[in-house]
């Protein structure tokens, strides 16, 4: 994800849209101006939600997403493919409507879409140092055990030195030449469940565009450590909606 955006919430709109005076209803084409102009500039998220839901275009083609009108009937809105006319069901009465209809619209979008209003726009390196030690054991052992005739400590490698702690506990050389297929074998599979599983339930849920930078960094990061990687996601995920009800943007 390249763009920032805000979800749309039912405080948001109202002092983007005239207001009705004592002379009579406001302007309708002021009103779809400012409507037009306010989610463009702050709610591009809804929109991508919208084309995602009523017009099934996919993920990657939203992201330049921008509403071009807005009638009690439909909006259009362009995506990469081109122009989407969404039907609004039923008709709104007027565009004094808009900010409830748009902003059920987007909860419901979220709710059927399965996503999250919760954008993960950068990957976070590990930060802990249990975190750490997982990443260097899982590197170790992802290095070493696949040369699994190099553990014996006849054969003088330096990956045998290293196991064997340089020679102070043989057994945990022997120990690890044992245990080597069935260890690797276990954390291959885990760790491709994880991947598989966290590319489906949490990037996506939190619009990591698949195959962008950040994509790649969390998902190689999953498959190397495995749960250091899935609970330091779900860690940032949690900072990120507090700082959301504590006084984020509406």
């Not at 102009?37 to 702050?42: K, V």
């Not at 330049?64 to 008709?91: C, N, W, Y």
């Not at 276990?186 to 949490?202: D, L, P, S, Y």
């Amino acid at each position: 994800m390249s763009t920032t955006t805000t979800p749309l919430a039912a405080t948001d709109m109202p002092s983007a849209m005239p207001k009705t005076t004592a002379r009579g209803p406001p302007d309708s084409s002021a009103m779809k101006t400012r409507i037009l102009t306010h989610m463009n500039a702050d709610h591009q998220l809804s929109l991508r939600l919208y084309l995602q839901q009523h017009s099934h275009v996919p993920s990657p083609g939203t992201v330049s997403a921008q509403m071009l009108d807005i009638t009690t009937e439909h909006m259009i809105i362009s995506s990469s493919f081109g122009r989407h006319v969404i039907q609004l069901e039923p008709p709104m009465k007027s565009l004094m409507e808009a900010r409830e209809r748009l902003v059920t619209m987007h909860e419901l979008c979220l709710k059927q879409l399965d996503l999250s209003d919760v954008v993960v726009e950068r990957y976070v390196p590990p930060d802990r140092a249990w975190q750490w030690m997982l990443c260097g054991l899982c590197v170790l052992i992802f290095t070493t055990f696949p040369f699994r005739e190099l553990l014996r400590l006849e054969s003088g490698s330096w990956i045998s030195k290293l196991w064997s702690l340089g020679g102070v506990a043989p057994w945990l050389a022997k120990l690890s030449y044992t245990l080597a297929p069935a260890v690797l074998g276990v954390m291959v599979t885990v760790h491709c469940g994880e991947a598989m599983w966290f590319i489906q339930k949490r990037l996506r849920r939190h619009w990591v565009e698949w195959g962008s930078v950040t994509w790649w960094c969390w998902v190689l990061d999953c498959l190397l450590e495995g749960v250091g990687c899935l609970t330091r996601f779900d860690r940032v995920v949690k900072r990120m909606e507090a700082e959301k009800k504590g006084g984020g943007k509406h």
